[in-house]
């Protein structure tokens, strides 16, 4: 079966880093996308990786290693508008998005 | 970034009544709009995945006689949550996907709650 995995809950400290994995197994893979969603919202597009690396996107960052099924998101210099979930998303081979639970951030003072 | 609308953005209605949900695209065409259900504090849920011009493929356990949906043009697809009941309350996002490179596009979602 198809499989995202991501911790349910993370807490951070304003100013700091955080790391949120994702790893996944799927049928395929044509990339990987990283959500951010604050409650009561829609999920907004934060990142896109479909080559092993790191994307650097102003304070976020996302890595994606597919050999190992594995990624992650960078959070730096932490504010508390970061406080949110965050989905891993996986299209598979059929270009259908696998969804990950979402990672809930809270980021405390 | 591509613009993806929905309407309303909110609505309450009786039980037993049918409430019907806009998804539209508005700056590109969407051959494939998705559907899904999200209930407080849990991840999204696929419910079905509609291409224009053909039937939608609706996720195991998700009843198509009860959310109808229907993708009558490019930019245009709808969702009719029928005789709905209290359990149907929940946050509905459409999103829509781009012909290249195939990006989801979300739309503000429309949170229904039925009285």
């Known amino acids: 079966g198809q499989n995202i995995d991501q911790p349910t809950e993370m807490t951070a400290t304003e100013g700091a880093i955080v790391q949120i994995n994702c790893t996944y197994q799927?049928?395929?893979?044509?990339?990987l996308f990283w959500y951010q969603q604050h409650a009561g919202e829609a999920p907004t597009f934060l990142s896109y990786?479909?080559l092993d690396g790191l994307e650097e996107k102003g304070r976020f960052s996302s890595f994606l290693s597919r050999s190992k099924g594995y990624s992650y998101l960078l959070l730096k210099e932490l504010q508390m508008k970061d406080s949110a979930s965050y989905l891993c998303?996986?299209?598979?081979?059929?270009?259908?998005?696998?969804w990950g639970a979402g990672t809930k951030l809270i980021i405390k003072p | 970034g591509a613009v993806v609308s929905q309407h309303p953005s909110w609505v309450i209605c009786k039980s037993g009544t049918s409430v019907k949900i806009e998804c539209r695209s508005l700056?590109?065409?969407?051959?494939?709009m998705f559907w899904y259900r999200q209930f407080p504090k849990q991840s999204l849920m696929l419910m079905a995945t509609?291409?224009?011009?053909?039937?939608?493929?609706?996720e195991q356990g998700v009843e198509k006689d009860k959310f109808l949906i229907n993708h009558a043009s490019l930019t245009l697809s709808t969702l009719t949550v029928t005789s709905a009941h209290p359990e149907d309350s929940s946050f509905y996002i459409c999103?829509?996907?781009?012909?290249?490179?195939?990006?989801?596009?979300f739309g503000p979602g429309t949170r229904l709650t039925v009285t």
């Open positions: 999103s829509a996907q781009d012909r290249e490179p195939y990006e989801q596009y």
């Open positions: 799927t049928s395929g893979f044509n990339g």
């Open positions: 509609s291409n224009e011009g053909s039937k939608a493929t609706y």
């Open positions: 998303a996986v299209r598979d081979s059929n270009y259908q998005l696998i």
């Open positions: 990786n479909v």
């Open positions: 700056d590109f065409q969407a051959t494939t």
